[in-house]
């Protein structure tokens, strides 16, 4: 099982930036995928999580209506969008997966990428 992320890069405010999470060696769909942030300093934080059994899809209050999460169940791949980027959302950005959603937060993680670093600055 591995998970690959691509897509960080540096940006200025406003701008977006595409995220993937390539997730092989999985057998079934009976798992919860997302993301995670860690910014120099900071707890890592959950972004977004999403429950493959039902579609349904959580975010942190700070991403809401400016990222968003998108599937593609034949490449395996998990896309994070984000718009309007600000300073506060630079991070190195980790995809897991785990058992279940709660909220943003993946519980119960038991894979992890290795993180692809996001950076918003003028």
């Not at 390539?22 to 120099?40: E, K, L, N």
Request: aromatic share 10%.
């Amino acid at each position: 099982v591995q998970l690959v992320e691509s897509g960080g890069g540096l940006v200025q405010p406003g701008d977006s930036l595409r995220l993937s999470c390539v997730a092989s060696g999985f057998t079934s769909d009976d798992y919860a995928i997302g993301w995670f942030r860690q910014a120099p300093g900071k707890e890592r934080e959950g972004v977004s999580c999403l429950h493959l059994r039902d579609g349904s899809t959580y975010y942190a209050d700070s991403v809401k209506g400016r990222f968003f999460v998108s599937r593609d169940s034949r490449k395996k791949t998990l896309a994070l969008q984000m718009n309007s980027l600000k300073a506060e959302d630079t991070a190195v950005y980790y995809c897991a997966t785990g058992n279940v959603c709660r909220g943003r937060n993946v519980l119960f993680v038991d894979h992890w990428g290795q993180g692809t670093q996001v950076t918003v600055s003028s």
